[in-house]
């Protein structure tokens, strides 16, 4: 069973920074919630992950709330090259690697 | 640096044949994992395979098989192939102590 929830889709305007929201009520302790994206049937592309904090790198920043519960991907300023479906994904079990994929947010960037 | 190898592209089989995808992980890493993604939906876990060994398997028949080399290559073998085996076949490499996985760009299976 997937273990994230997430909304089907989403429209973004060019240029505008683009929120998106995943809950993961169930998380545990040590469970890092990660973020990946996938343009138009291409393998997944790895965004950002976090445990704890906030984290911000290149491509994105993550928020993560204090409870763990949910998360949100920011796209500071969304091109049209960033429309593409979004997976929020919390890794299944500690010290393996399986990963437990949704439905994912099919983020679409408006001109 | 290259990145997750997949080969091939593209393949069309028939129903009942056999078929097997083959897979080169990112450089240092020594973990592969398969996933299966329908049309429309998200990847589903298969297997994964590290020191030569499967690992962990998903909720995938006895029909799907693997295999991981002393390079750390990997094939995915499918028999007795059905119509429903048709989909995008996706492998993802990482180290075993690190977080993160790398996908490759896939294998795009139909079956006829």
């Known amino acids: 069973d997937a273990k994230t929830t997430q909304p089907t889709s989403m429209d973004c305007a060019e240029g505008r920074a683009a929120n998106l929201p995943c809950n993961h009520s169930?998380?545990?302790?040590?469970?890092?919630v990660y973020w990946y994206r996938q343009i138009h049937s291409q393998g997944p592309q790895y965004i950002i992950h976090?445990?704890?904090n906030n984290e911000t790198n290149e491509m994105a920043s993550l928020i993560i709330t204090e409870d763990r519960k949910s998360s949100t991907l920011i796209l500071p300023h969304a091109t049209l090259r960033d429309t593409a479906v979004y997976y929020c994904?919390?890794?299944?079990?500690?010290?393996?690697?399986?990963?437990?994929f949704g439905t994912g947010t099919r983020l679409k960037v408006l001109a | 640096d290259a990145g997750v190898t997949q080969s091939p592209t593209h393949l069309i089989k028939t129903r009942g044949q056999q078929v097997t995808l083959r897979c080169s992980p990112k450089s240092g890493h020594d973990t592969v994992s398969w996933y299966q993604q329908a049309l429309g939906q998200g990847p589903q876990f298969i297997f994964q395979y590290y020191e030569e060994e499967e690992r962990q398997r998903g909720n995938f028949p006895d029909r799907f098989s693997g295999h991981q080399f002393p390079n750390y290559s990997s094939e995915l073998n499918v028999n007795a192939l059905l119509l429903g085996d048709s989909a995008l076949y996706l492998c993802?490499?990482?180290?075993?102590?690190?977080?993160?996985?790398?996908f490759g760009p896939g294998t795009r299976l139909t079956v006829l």
């Open positions: 994904i919390v890794r299944a079990e500690r010290g393996t690697y399986k990963y437990i």
């Open positions: 169930t998380i545990s302790g040590n469970e890092y």
């Open positions: 993802a490499s990482s180290f075993l102590v690190g977080v993160t996985q790398y």
């Open positions: 976090g445990l704890k």
